[in-house]
């Protein structure tokens, strides 16, 4: 029996399917935000750690709970609204950007069967839920009624478009070779994917180039150095996020971070092989497969955060030429070459449900 099948023989059909599935979104939310909380407390300390400086060190052992006190003083602070702003868009804004962040993980697989919704169309339900995010970011801009989150809610919203583009043609390119929408099943077409031993498609060489290319506009996607323009300080001060403080600006904030996390955890899933260890070897499937999936969520943390200390920021109009007249007809062409591929050297497209061979 399953777990919603148990609530339901308990409670009975409509209290027990809500109960069991309110569980179970506790169950990724809880630590996601935890997840949050540990990730902003490591970015600080990988930057401080390559600019020889210490970090936080003082509020707990080692400074692990300066984050969760930087978020009460968040949580104490008044709600400022400013006089010329539209109220309900204004309070709606924060609250649009943190819900999308989170539901976009009920697709997550993180072991084998651990997963909220194993849907069909996972691969889909993303891209539709990333997309949906610079709803947000463009609601706070205008309706702060302030040229300078004004200005930078059009960046974010033009910066997103661009990139959300190219991250489209890349997952085509994965789909294709993996032949399914659903994510648990793209990591399982990863197993001995290169030479019958190594796991993961960033060792293949026809889908290595559309790693390297995700991994870049995943940071475009996030707003991370070396793309953070929407908030450039040096122009916009905070971007959208001046007029913002006290609760709706942690909301923004714990949004971005979740959206980072998923991000480091969407391209182990993608690339990395998701849950399975990096070699196809019996006695590595001792460890458990979700705490492959940590290592590599983790490892790929630390690239982003290593990005942000180690590369400075583009001009707006590099950031726009990289977008469309690099990674567009890059990532476009590449899913020309992997469907060439996979129509002429192999016979995926002839055993495909539904297709007629050739």
């Not at 009975?12 to 935000?33: K, S």
């Not at 080692?62 to 868009?89: H, M, N, R, W, Y």
């Not at 923004?252 to 955890?265: K, P, S």
Request: include cysteine; proline fraction near 6%; hydrophobic fraction near 60%.
């Amino acid at each position: 029996m399953t777990f919603t099948g148990q609530f339901q023989a308990w409670l009975g059909d409509g209290p027990g399917w809500f109960a069991a599935n309110l569980l179970l979104i506790l169950a990724i939310i809880l630590p996601v935000m935890v997840g949050v909380a540990m990730a902003v407390y490591a970015d600080r300390k990988i930057w401080a750690a390559m600019q020889m400086r210490r970090g936080p060190n003082v509020v707990g052992p080692f400074g692990l709970l300066q984050t969760f006190a930087d978020a009460a003083k968040l949580f104490l602070k008044e709600t400022i609204i400013p006089s010329g702003a539209s109220t309900a868009v204004f309070l709606l804004a924060p609250m649009i950007s943190f819900v999308l962040a989170l539901a976009i993980w009920a697709v997550m697989p993180f072991d084998a069967g651990l997963v909220l919704a194993d849907l069909n169309v996972g691969l889909l339900y993303v891209f539709a839920v990333s997309s949906m995010g610079v709803y947000g970011i463009i609601m706070s801009g205008w309706a702060s009624n302030s040229k300078y989150p004004f200005l930078g809610g059009l960046r974010s919203a033009a910066q997103m478009v661009s990139y959300e583009v190219s991250m489209g043609f890349i997952l085509v390119a994965v789909m294709l070779y993996a032949q399914s929408l659903n994510l648990s099943e793209i990591v399982l077409a990863q197993k001995g994917n290169v030479l019958g031993i190594l796991n993961g498609n960033i060792f293949n060489p026809l889908l290595f180039p559309s790693a390297i290319m995700f991994f870049i506009t995943a940071l475009a996607e996030t707003n991370r150095p070396p793309f953070d323009l929407p908030e450039a300080e040096s122009e916009l001060v905070a971007g959208y996020q001046i007029e913002y403080s006290s609760m709706s600006f942690a909301l923004f904030f714990l949004g971005e971070y979740a959206n980072i996390l998923f991000m480091c955890a969407l391209i182990p899933v993608l690339f990395l092989g998701g849950w399975l260890p990096p070699l196809d070897w019996a006695p590595l499937y001792v460890v458990p497969g979700f705490v492959w999936m940590l290592l590599k969520m983790a490892f790929m943390f630390f690239c982003f955060a290593w990005v942000k200390a180690a590369v400075p920021r583009y001009r707006y109009d590099q950031l726009m030429r990289l977008g469309w007249k690099v990674f567009l007809p890059l990532s476009l062409g590449w899913v020309v070459v992997v469907s060439g591929w996979l129509l002429f050297f192999t016979d995926k497209f002839a055993t495909a449900p539904g297709s007629v061979g050739l």
